[in-house]
């Protein structure tokens, strides 16, 4: 019995083929790599909780010609899935959560949000494997932390995932990835892949953003616990609703390294040049202005910026949950609002669901914009959340959570602004742990 025991040990620690099994490649979108070894079954699961939600605001202004804001009570119906499935080749992943808000003082707020995460790992040969992501949804209002979830074995944060959203209106978003990997020996291994994305708002105030982006790296490992490596990114984003466009180039150097069994670090640094083509409104002279009647005009401006590129990651992985905390400073698309920024972002989360009859998880994130674009100003964010469920009886949990946004411009006054949301109520899902909330 001891020896099928070790026997079984060694079989699901041993990597497929010469599929690689050193510390996540942070570059490479991977999350740390001890979170896919247990085997995580598809667990389907139901919520209905009472809210309040506080800063519901349309794209709209009110008779003063304020910025339209307004709190309300609700119920809130949710349900999803969340899962991992092995075959000997192949490793599926999936995080689906679906739900309908309903408020009793405002139905104009009334919405349904969905989220989808999908993962998809195939080996084909000892040397060649596809890796494929999937990130997509809607909502109107949008309280998303980037983070780790336990089961997609990609880090969303290396999305083109909309998370700084400042009105309540309908987004529809999908980032799609794809990427051949080539071992070519137990050290090196090389990486071509692409990435396209789009982030649609329904307000036509708003500008929605759409793009592509093309990648290849080499990573050669070292030891067994630390690997380095180079890559090169292309990357273009395009508007809808304003003359406008963004074309990157990036070369950057990685280095990831495995701490311990569960410690994992990673990281990359560079310099990104952002070509830049804008419509931007200036104003005009006031002689020019007083004869044509308009204060400004729109003029298209072009400019190339070299922008220093980093990000970095440690991360503890738990059987059921993992920690972690990153910084990072790169181009973005926007938010729909202020269009290419140069962003900076940190933030800490931290899931588990190791006690008997206890789930708890917790995210904070800040960013710090400089708009590239349309505008030009800083804007940027600081949020949070936590959630805990408590198992009553087997498969019927209470769960409870908060989430806040503090909206901060140095630049724009009216743009600050806090938001909160609370719910409680009750959830099922099937099994002996507890209801677990990403």
């Given at each position: 019995?001891n020896?099928?025991?070790v026997?079984t040990?060694?079989?699901m620690?041993a990597?497929?083929?010469?599929q690689y ?10 999350a740390?790599a ?8 598809f ?12 800063g519901?605001?349309g794209?709209?202004?009110n008779a003063?010609?304020q ?30 959560v679906g739900?309908?808000?309903?408020y ?5 707020y009334?919405s ?6 999908l993962?998809?790992y195939?080996?084909?040969s000892r040397r060649?494997a596809l890796?494929l992501?999937e990130?997509a949804g809607m909502?109107s209002?949008?309280?998303t932390?980037l983070g780790?979830?336990q089961?997609?074995p ?5 999305s083109?995932?909309?998370v ?15 990427d ?6 137990a050290?090196?291994s090389f ?8 982030n ?6 708003l500008?929605?953003?759409s ?5 290849a790296?080499?990573?050669y490992?070292?030891t067994r616990r630390t690997s ?10 395009g508007?809808r609703g ?14 990831s390294?495995?701490?311990s069994h569960?410690?994992e670090?990673?990281a990359?640094?560079g310099?990104?040049?952002?070509e830049?083509?804008f ?6 002279d ?14 298209l ?6 922008i ?10 738990f059987h059921?949950?993992?920690?972690w905390?990153?910084g990072a ?7 729909g609002?202020f ?19 206890w789930s ?8 710090r914009?400089?708009?590239l ?9 600081i949020s949070g ?6 198992q009553?009886?087997?498969?019927v ?12 411009s140095a ?6 602004r806090?938001?909160y949301d609370?719910h409680i ?5 099937p ?8």
């Amino acid at each position: 019995m001891n020896l099928y025991k070790v026997l079984t040990c060694l079989s699901m620690a041993a990597p497929v083929f010469a599929q690689y099994a050193g510390p996540a490649i942070l570059s490479r979108g991977e999350a740390p790599a001890a979170m896919s070894a247990p085997q995580i079954d598809f667990r389907p699961f139901l919520t209905v909780t009472g809210t309040y939600d506080t800063g519901l605001a349309g794209v709209s202004v009110n008779a003063q010609g304020q910025l339209a804001s307004s709190a309300s009570y609700g119920v809130q119906y949710t349900g999803g899935i969340s899962g991992v499935h092995s075959w000997k080749h192949t490793k599926l992943s999936l995080d689906y959560v679906g739900a309908y808000n309903q408020y009793f003082q405002n139905t104009f707020y009334d919405s349904s949000n969905q989220s989808l995460s999908l993962g998809l790992y195939h080996q084909f040969s000892r040397r060649f494997a596809l890796s494929l992501g999937e990130s997509a949804g809607m909502y109107s209002q949008n309280f998303t932390t980037l983070g780790l979830a336990q089961t997609v074995p990609f880090d969303s944060s290396q999305s083109y995932l909309p998370v700084t959203d400042f009105y309540d209106n309908r987004t529809i978003f999908n980032t799609t990835h794809a990427d051949v990997i080539y071992q070519k020996n137990a050290r090196l291994s090389f990486d071509f892949g692409g990435s396209e994305f789009i982030n649609r708002r329904r307000s036509a105030a708003l500008y929605s953003a759409s793009g592509e982006s093309a990648r290849a790296d080499v990573q050669y490992r070292l030891t067994r616990r630390t690997s380095f490596g180079a890559q090169y990114n292309y990357s273009h984003f395009g508007y809808r609703g304003i003359i406008g466009t963004t074309d990157t180039h990036a070369a950057m150097v990685t280095f990831s390294t495995r701490l311990s069994h569960w410690w994992e670090f990673s990281a990359f640094g560079g310099v990104t040049r952002a070509e830049n083509r804008f419509e931007q409104e200036v104003a005009l002279d006031p002689a020019v202005a007083a004869l044509l009647g308009y204060a400004t005009a729109a003029q298209l401006v072009y400019k190339i910026s070299y922008i220093p590129t980093f990000s970095g990651r440690l991360s503890r992985t738990f059987h059921r949950g993992v920690f972690w905390v990153s910084g990072a400073r790169a181009v973005t698309s926007g938010n729909g609002l202020f269009l290419t920024s140069t962003m900076i972002t940190g933030g800490s989360g931290y899931t588990y669901t190791g006690l008997r009859r206890w789930s708890f998880t917790s995210q904070v994130l800040y960013e710090r914009g400089n708009s590239l674009g349309n505008l030009v100003g800083t804007y940027g964010d600081i949020s949070g959340g936590v959630s805990v469920s408590r198992q009553i009886v087997r498969s019927v949990s209470f769960v409870a959570g908060a989430d806040a946004r503090r909206y901060q411009s140095a630049t724009y006054n009216q743009y600050n602004r806090t938001v909160y949301d609370a719910h409680i109520g009750l959830g099922w899902s099937p099994g002996a742990i507890p209801l677990r909330l990403w």
